[in-house]
Nanobody
Framework: QVQLEESGGGLAQAGGSLRLSCAAS????????MAWFRQAPGKEREFVAA????????YSADSVKGRFTIFRNNAKNTMVLQMNRLKPEDTAVYYC??????????????????WGQGTQVTVSS
């Protein structure tokens, strides 16, 4: 397992934007698929988006396509989830995850072996 450190999140109004970041070592990124999951109260943790670090391929859940963008910040060696046009149903704890470099990415929790501590995103209507 590797250590992942998340930052960002907070409170936004519907239609607004937030940005999440996930920091890890370059070694982690280069050999992994990095992903974001989220978990709303009373619901299972669900896949949001993933990036294949070396090739920069990305994949997003249908629920966030066109609104959320996952990308790599080379200067800071971090993974970023830019969330635009937020909806109240986006409210959840968001988790950064790292797993084996399998592509297309696994969209289940068991496909990842390292997790961040989670960061809260709350969208008000």
């Amino acid at each position: 397992q590797v250590q992942l450190e998340e930052s960002g999140g907070g409170l936004a109004q519907a239609g607004g934007s937030l940005r999440l970041s996930c920091a890890a070592s370059e070694r982690t990124f280069s050999s992994s698929v990095m992903a974001w999951f989220r978990q709303a109260p009373g619901k299972e943790r669900e896949f949001v988006a993933a990036i294949k670090w070396g090739r920069l391929d990305t994949y997003s859940a249908d629920s966030v396509k066109g609104r959320f963008t996952i990308f790599r910040n080379n200067a800071k060696n971090t993974m970023v989830l830019q969330m635009n046009r937020l909806k109240p149903e986006d409210t959840a704890v968001y988790y950064c995850a790292a797993g084996p470099g399998v592509w297309p990415p696994r969209v289940v929790v068991t496909g990842y072996d390292s997790w961040g501590q989670g960061t809260q995103v709350t969208v008000s209507s």
